[in-house]
């Protein structure tokens, strides 16, 4: 069955670290998203792309780039980790001319 | 400014009430929405969504209702489970079908025996 996989699912790491959450879907989506979820804020949008070469920022993307150099691929990298980059990450897809995302379990960072 | 929105952070019913979950968006131009369900440690999953051009559309169970003159999108759960107990979400969706969806900051939904 097709899927999308995050890793690691969980993570701890020390400020000014660089980290990568990787995601990795089976459907051959064009379309795929990173978003945070914090208490309080509910899912955050941070970078998408629609499609090999394509990336966009979101609503809080400052401190994360992303890069697609494939269909199946959307690393999420935060150059120097901060404190107040911990939080759940969530990783999603979507086909064309559909709104229905498929998202991944989570990464839960944590950033000491 | 922009924003989607719930009314209520939680929400406590009985099994086998009704359950009715608000959310109100801000952007006009806003032309399709969506439900997602997210069960403790997992991912958002759909539920139902629809379009601007529809006040109504109903799924097994679900109901969405949208009004557009108030900016109101609620979600009704019949006969509401036990495995109804979850965080729900509205989403909106500012392009066009398959671009990057809006979250609110989601309802807690606590269905008691």
């Known amino acids: 069955d097709a899927e999308i996989t995050q890793s690691p699912r969980h993570k701890i790491t020390e400020t000014g670290r660089q980290v990568t959450l990787a995601c990795h879907q089976t459907?051959?989506?064009?379309?795929m998203f990173w978003y945070r979820q914090d208490l309080g804020h509910g899912l955050r949008l941070i970078h998408y792309?629609?499609?090999?070469?394509?990336?966009n920022k979101g609503e809080v993307s400052d401190g994360y780039s992303v890069s697609r150099s494939n269909t199946e691929d959307l690393p999420l990298t935060l150059e120097s980790a901060a404190s107040s980059q911990t939080s759940v990450y969530f990783c999603?897809?979507?086909?064309?001319?559909?709104?229905?995302?498929?998202f991944g379990e989570g990464s839960r960072l944590t950033v000491l | 400014g922009e924003s989607v929105g719930l009314h209520l952070p939680t929400l406590s019913v009985q099994e086998g009430d009704n359950s009715i979950i608000n959310c109100a968006y801000s952007?006009?131009?806003?032309?399709?929405f969506i439900w997602y369900k997210q069960e403790s440690g997992k991912g958002p999953q759909f539920i139902i969504d629809?379009?601007?051009?529809?006040d109504k559309r109903q799924g097994q169970r679900v109901t969405v209702l949208l009004n557009k003159t108030v900016k109101h999108l609620s979600l009704q759960i019949a006969a509401t489970q036990p495995g109804d107990s979850a965080v729900y979400f509205c989403?909106?969706?500012?392009?066009?079908?398959?671009?990057?969806?809006?979250f609110g900051k989601g309802t807690t939904l606590s269905v008691s025996s």
């Open positions: 999603a897809s979507s086909g064309q001319n559909t709104g229905e995302l498929f």
């Open positions: 459907w051959n989506h064009n379309n």
């Open positions: 792309s629609y499609g090999v070469q394509d990336t």
């Open positions: 952007n006009s131009a806003s032309d399709y």
């Open positions: 629809i379009r601007s051009n529809m």
């Open positions: 989403a909106e969706n500012r392009g066009q079908a398959g671009t990057a969806l809006i």
